[in-house]
T-cell receptor
Framework: NAGVTQTPKFQVLKTGQSMTLQCAQD?????MSWYRQDPGMGLRLIHY???????DQGEVPNGYNVSRSTTEDFPLRLLSAAPSQTSVYFC?????????????FGSGTQLSVL | GENVEQHPSTLSVQEGDSAVIKCTYS??????FPWYKQELGKRPQLIID?????GEKKDQRIAVTLNKTAKHFSLHITETQPEDSAVYFC???????????FGGGTRLMVKP
């Protein structure tokens, strides 16, 4: 049982480049989410999904897109990378959407935008 | 939206002492309050949580208290050990919005 798998673990981009961070879970969880973690600012929600075909914005959605075509996958797309998007990104999932309980986090992606 | 504030941002204690971390939240509709521990370079992991219909919950050396009227909740760690050193995050969940909002984190250092 792999849990929540994120790829890549590290990525360096140039300003203006686009890329997709991958997230997959094998626990049949309804709820999936993306957070970014910046020093001293905790974890801030970017986007979340309560099921396949349903996504919504979190606290800091600008510059990011998501889709949820299957229950298992929830990719995060950076449209045109900016230095302000340098951060550690975590994908997290939970069993039930209407009653989010324990969040299972992926191992994170360290992204640097030069 | 929900706003969660966490204090202190850093906390240094001697091994064996107690540590207390406090959080306040803004949305009275929030009904679930978890605490996560993140060791250096690792992913956050749930250590304890409390729902709005409960005032206190304990699990061995850790406990969480909730005051709904004042909209604050606290994490208490007793008999601290060096392996308790980590960053701790509180969070608040509002099921109407389906969003879990985190506090800014507390770096706890336990000195042997």
């Amino acid at each position: 049982n792999a849990g929540v798998t994120q790829t890549p673990k590290f990525q360096v981009l140039k300003t203006g480049q686009s890329m997709t961070l991958q997230c997959a879970q094998d626990m049949n969880h309804e709820y999936m989410s993306w957070y970014r973690q910046d020093p001293g600012m905790g974890l801030r929600l970017i986007h979340y999904s309560v099921g396949a075909g349903i996504t919504d914005q979190g606290e800091v959605p600008n510059g990011y897109n998501v889709s949820r075509s299957t229950t298992e996958d929830f990719p995060l797309r950076l449209l045109s990378a900016a230095p302000s998007q340098t951060s550690v990104y975590f994908c997290a999932s939970s069993y039930s959407a209407g009653r989010v309980e324990k969040l299972f986090f992926g191992s994170g992606t360290q992204l640097s935008v030069l | 939206g929900e706003n969660v504030e966490q204090h202190p941002s850093t906390l240094s204690v001697q091994e064996g002492d107690s540590a207390v971390i406090k959080c306040t939240y803004s949305d009275s509709a929030s009904n679930y309050f978890p605490w996560y521990k993140q060791e250096l370079g690792k992913r956050p992991q749930l250590i304890i949580d409390i729902r709005s219909n409960v005032g206190e919950k304990k699990d061995q050396r850790i406990a969480v208290t909730l005051n709904k009227t004042a909209k604050h909740f606290s994490l208490h760690i007793t008999e601290t050990q060096p392996e308790d050193s980590a960053v701790y995050f509180c969070a608040a969940f509002n099921n109407a919005g389906n969003m879990l909002t985190f506090g800014g984190g507390t770096r706890l250092m336990v000195k042997p």
